[in-house]
């Protein structure tokens, strides 16, 4: 393939000789892509790209990530200033609708948001129907997949104040609904939302305030959690986003969408590695057991990996797991904890960064290397913190849904793929079977 000075590839059949020119698109930033949407019917070929390792699937203009270089925007704005200067309801209004709000906007983004706080009240039964003991991810996906049966009159995709209802619900009922799995676990009441709470506040409260004793909300913890909500808020077309995508590229309605996405992030691989990593430091223990399982993550008969470490895009340092380590160290301080799994962490990345193992993969700590620490100082359980993920997330995964239903020309989305299996054969009689 070769690229032309005027912005295409020419593409070129060996075999029969034949060239095709493909048009190449620039973005407003990063590496412009080569448009393949007619390669089948102009070469009678697909692409191939499992893992989408080189494949941009959809136009967006909501982050932007060089991970050479370990950046992260949203709508233009750096993480590490969105984390300290902005708090998480302006940075959802600035995913969902381009703009960081004006104060005026943002006082009535707030009450439209609180507003959709409570849970219709048939939805508190559905918990009963779980195990006590189950993971709070698995009643995530029941009862998330579960409001689309309770909110008929925000499903009609092609409806604009249908979608903006729904986004305000799916924003607002995702805390509830997580505090609701977690207080189900533990046998305690359900709290109801206090909407002149703050997004992260109410959280909290509904989490862990019981009936008994007043809940006092510690500032610092407040802040964390809500610097915790903006660096997970979105993070481009990672796995779980493309399955909301593709989940609604289909006209499914968005309750449906976010379901599918919350499944997605439950994996070891996406949003179940925070909870991973803490396994992991405290099954490493003591800071003299690192190195056996830096040789572990390193040999490749054996399973285990480093969580907490690489990226798909990140070669570098992940930014939002910079603000995180400055994160936990405050929590920690303010808190006056004193954790041995964060000497131990960053003993361990410490070690991993100096391996040629890791440095020549450009293995760098991501976002959930040192989350898991904080979400455990702010009190949460480890079966909680991909649930936490997934409220943050929401708005992300919304943000983008709203997106793509908004493309002129949108498209269900459909891969090919290379066929491997038997070619046609004739049907063989049971009696006939070997
Ligand atoms: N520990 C040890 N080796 C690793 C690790 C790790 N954490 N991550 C990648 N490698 C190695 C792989 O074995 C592979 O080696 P090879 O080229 O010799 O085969 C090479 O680095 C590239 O890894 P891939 O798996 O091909 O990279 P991919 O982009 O597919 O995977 C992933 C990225 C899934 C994040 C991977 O790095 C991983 O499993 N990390 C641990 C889990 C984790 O922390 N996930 C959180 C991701 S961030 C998020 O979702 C918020």
């Known amino acids: 393939m070769s690229q032309s000075n005027t912005g295409t590839f020419t593409l070129t059949d060996n075999a029969s000789g034949e060239s095709f020119e493909l048009p190449v698109i620039?973005?407003?930033m990063g590496p412009s892509v080569i448009d393949v949407r007619k390669l089948y019917a102009q070469t009678g070929h697909f692409t191939y790209d499992p893992g989408f390792t080189s494949t941009g699937s959809c136009e967006s203009g909501l982050t932007f990530i060089d991970g050479d270089i370990g950046m992260l925007l949203h709508r233009g704005y750096s993480i590490e200033d969105l984390a300290e200067k902005s708090d998480f309801m302006d940075v959802a209004h600035l995913l969902l609708y381009g703009e960081l709000p004006t104060q005026k906007q943002k006082e009535k983004f707030v009450h439209d948001v609180t507003y959709h706080t409570m849970l219709h009240e048939q939805l508190a039964?559905?918990?009963?129907?779980?195990?006590?003991?189950?993971?709070?991810?698995?009643i995530?996906?029941?009862?998330?997949?579960?409001?689309?049966?309770?909110y008929h009159d925000s499903t009609d995709i092609q409806d604009e104040h249908q979608r903006m209802v729904?986004?305000?619900?799916?924003?607002?009922?995702?805390?509830?609904?997580?505090?609701?799995?977690?207080?189900?676990?533990?046998?305690?009441?359900?709290?109801?939302?206090?909407?002149?709470?703050?997004?992260?506040?109410?959280?909290?409260?509904?989490?862990?305030?019981?009936?008994?004793?007043?809940?006092?909300?510690?500032?610092?913890?407040?802040?964390?959690?809500?610097?915790?909500?903006?660096?997970?808020?979105?993070?481009?077309?990672?796995a779980s986003t493309s399955t909301v995508r593709l989940a609604g590229s289909s006209g499914a309605n968005p309750f449906a969408c976010i379901a599918a996405g919350v499944a997605s992030l439950?994996?070891?691989?996406?949003?179940?590695?925070?909870?991973?990593?803490?396994?992991?430091?405290?099954?490493?223990?003591h800071k003299d057991n690192i190195p056996e399982f830096?040789?572990?993550?390193?040999?490749?008969?054996?399973?285990?990996?480093?969580?907490?470490?690489?990226?798909r895009v990140y070669k570098n340092y992940d930014p939002r797991a910079k603000v995180m380590q400055k994160s936990c160290h405050e929590v920690l301080a303010e808190l006056n904890l004193d954790d041995?799994?964060?000497?131990?962490?960053?003993?361990?990345?410490?070690?991993?960064?100096?391996?040629?193992?890791f440095v020549e993969k450009k293995l760098f700590p991501n976002v959930d290397f040192y989350s898991g620490i904080v979400l455990k100082a702010l009190g949460f359980p480890t079966s909680m913190f991909t649930v936490l993920f997934?409220?943050?997330?929401?708005?992300?995964?919304?943000?983008?849904?709203?997106?793509?239903?908004?493309?002129?020309?949108?498209k269900i989305g459909r891969p090919r793929q290379l066929y491997t299996g038997p070619t046609q054969r004739d049907y063989v009689a049971l009696e006939k079977r070997s």
């Open 26 to 28: 620039p973005g407003s």
């Open 294 to 311: 830096i040789e572990r993550a390193k040999d490749k008969d054996d399973p285990f990996r480093l969580m907490g470490f690489g990226h």
């Open 166 to 238: 729904a986004s305000f619900r799916l924003l607002a009922k995702m805390p509830t609904i997580a505090a609701m799995a977690y207080k189900y676990s533990v046998g305690q009441p359900f709290n109801y939302p206090r909407n002149d709470l703050s997004y992260a506040e109410n959280f909290l409260y509904m989490m862990f305030a019981v009936p008994a004793e007043e809940y006092v909300i510690s500032p610092t913890v407040a802040r964390a959690m809500d610097r915790i909500l903006i660096l997970h808020a979105d993070h481009e077309q990672n």
């Open 266 to 285: 439950w994996g070891p691989a996406h949003g179940g590695a925070n909870e991973a990593v803490l396994k992991m430091l405290e099954e490493i223990g």
């Open 140 to 150: 995530m996906c029941g009862v998330v997949g579960g409001l689309s049966a309770f």
């Open 340 to 357: 041995p799994l964060l000497e131990l962490a960053m003993e361990l990345e410490k070690i991993a960064l100096s391996d040629p193992y």
């Open 390 to 410: 997934a409220v943050a997330r929401t708005v992300g995964w919304v943000a983008q849904w709203k997106e793509m239903i908004e493309e002129p020309g949108q």
């Open 125 to 138: 039964y559905f918990y009963r129907g779980f195990r006590r003991d189950a993971h709070p991810m698995a």
